[in-house]
T-cell receptor, first 113, second 116 residues
Framework: GAGVSQTPSNKVTEKGKYVELRCDPI?????LYWYRQSLGQGPEFLIY????????DSGLPNDRFFAVRPEGSVSTLKIQRTERGDSAVYLC???????????FGQGTRLTVV | DQQVKQNSPSLSVQEGRISILNCDYT??????FLWYKKYPAEGPTFLIS?????DKNEDGRFTVFLNKSAKHLSLHIVPSQPGDSAVYFC???????????????FGQGTILTVHP
């Protein structure tokens, strides 16, 4: 597809379980970002990749959150021991470089019950 | 600490009139500002941006104004159309080492409703 694709669109999981959220960026985009949007709030930065490496992970809330981008394209956000407070929409964005417009995916709505 | 604030949760405007969305920021290091529009169940879509070296940027019906001394920016939409009804987010970034950096700090958003 032409845009940023995120799967699944919705994910319901039980408290304490492990989840993986996937992001397929626009082809050729080297920069990739993960954001989290809680109800009634704007997106909050989690992590930024330039190529395969995490250039800035200062937004990850704690060590239960981890993200990878092993081949510099697809990225996976991993959340261990999920808590109800992790419920949010997780947004992925990509751009050609760090100084160009970022395009967002539609997000994955994570609900922890 | 909310570094980017949109103090109006919602705005209702009549079709054809002007919509003015406001945004305030506290971090004086921010030097690039953007507006995004978001429809339900979709990701945010880039609308317009402005660098701190400018005080105005215009693109069709959309104009963004920046007042650095007041740490305030606004988005003007004129004329407003029903299709403009969406959530509008203000965002800001800090220049890192000579290049703009896509790590954005967002406001809480303003729900704009344009009535026919």
């Amino acid at each position: 597809g032409a845009g940023v694709s995120q799967t699944p669109s919705n994910k319901v999981t039980e408290k304490g379980k492990y989840v993986e959220l996937r992001c397929d960026p626009i082809s050729g985009h080297t920069a990739l970002y993960w954001y989290r949007q809680s109800l009634g709030q704007g997106p909050e930065f989690l992590i930024y990749f330039q190529g395969t490496g995490a250039a800035d992970d200062s937004g990850l809330p704690n060590d239960r959150f981890f993200a990878v981008r092993p081949e510099g394209s697809v990225s996976t956000l991993k959340i261990q021991r999920t808590e109800r407070g992790d419920s949010a929409v997780y947004l992925c964005a990509s751009s050609h470089a760090e100084d160009t417009e970022a395009f967002f995916g539609q997000g994955t709505r994570l609900t922890v019950v | 600490d909310q570094q980017v604030k949109q103090n109006s949760p919602s705005l209702s405007v009549q079709e054809g009139r002007i919509s003015i969305l406001n945004c305030d920021y506290t971090n004086s290091m921010f030097d690039y500002f953007l507006w995004y529009k978001k429809y339900p169940a979709e990701g945010p879509t880039f609308l317009i941006s402005i660098s701190s070296i400018k005080d105005k940027n215009e693109d069709g019906r959309f104009t963004v104004f920046l007042n650095k001394s007041a740490k305030h920016l606004s988005l003007h939409i004129v004329p407003s159309q029903p299709g403009d009804s969406a959530v509008y987010f203000c965002a800001a970034s800090v220049d890192a080492g000579g290049t703009s950096y896509g790590k954005l700090t967002f406001g809480q958003g303003t729900i704009l409703t344009v009535h026919p």
